[in-house]
């Protein structure tokens, strides 16, 4: 008769208390590939809300995501603009969409406050792989914006919505935390805090 192997599947050992694995922070500098802080959306969920959806669902589904931009789209799925936490919190487009529309805060849609597609910064994937850290850094001074959307061309949709770059996950995986850098929310932060000084 065969002696049996012992199985490798084992309970874990009496009285034994085991840590836990929890992912490695990322720590990048500038001269990092810009690719490492890019929110892939052909690996991640984009978080988006339905343009007709009252705007005040917003802040549940950025919490619930984890996120402070949502992506906006229409019937067929098609992004029409972003939702910025920004506009959702400190109701000036809230207020103004009130105005024109001569309607009560609870009818107030998303699509009314979003900030268009058109006034959106975006990179194209192709640049933003050529690209180190503190290139893209560079390259956004301009913009008071949080978020950059990466886009790339699809040979039967045309243009499509790869991902998204956020100034405070730039910050974060160059050491810094948010909460440690209040100022460093937008692009141009980025350049005079993390860089170490204004470009």
Same mark, same amino acid.
């Given at each position: 008769m065969t002696a049996l192997s012992p199985s490798p599947v084992q309970p874990v050992a &009496?009285?034994?208390?085991p840590t836990i694995a929890t992912p490695e922070t990322l720590i990048l500098d500038a001269d990092s590939p810009a690719m490492m802080v890019l929110t892939d959306f052909a690996r991640i969920s984009p978080q988006t809300v339905d343009g007709d959806r009252p705007v005040d669902e917003a802040? &549940?589904?950025m919490v619930s995501g984890g996120v402070r931009l949502l992506l906006v789209v229409d019937d067929e799925g098609r992004c029409s603009g972003? @939702?910025?936490? $920004? /506009?959702v919190i400190g109701g000036r487009r809230i207020t103004l969409a009130m105005q024109q529309h001569n309607i009560a805060r609870e009818d107030v849609t998303a699509g009314m406050i979003q900030t268009p597609l058109d006034?959106?910064?975006?990179?194209?994937? /192709?640049a933003l792989a050529s690209m180190s850290i503190g290139d893209l850094v560079r390259a956004l001074k301009?913009?008071?914006e949080q978020h950059l959307l990466v886009t790339e061309p699809t040979s039967r949709q045309g243009? $499509?919505?790869r991902g998204v770059i956020s100034a405070a996950d730039i910050a974060r995986v160059l050491g810094h935390r948010p909460g440690g850098l209040p100022e460093a929310r937008s692009f141009a932060d980025i350049c005079k805090v993390v860089l170490g000084? /204004? @470009?």
């Open positions: &009496q009285h034994s208390r802040p &549940q589904r972003v @939702l910025p936490a $920004r /506009e006034k959106t910064p975006t990179l194209t994937l /192709e301009s913009f008071g243009e $499509r919505i000084h /204004e @470009l």
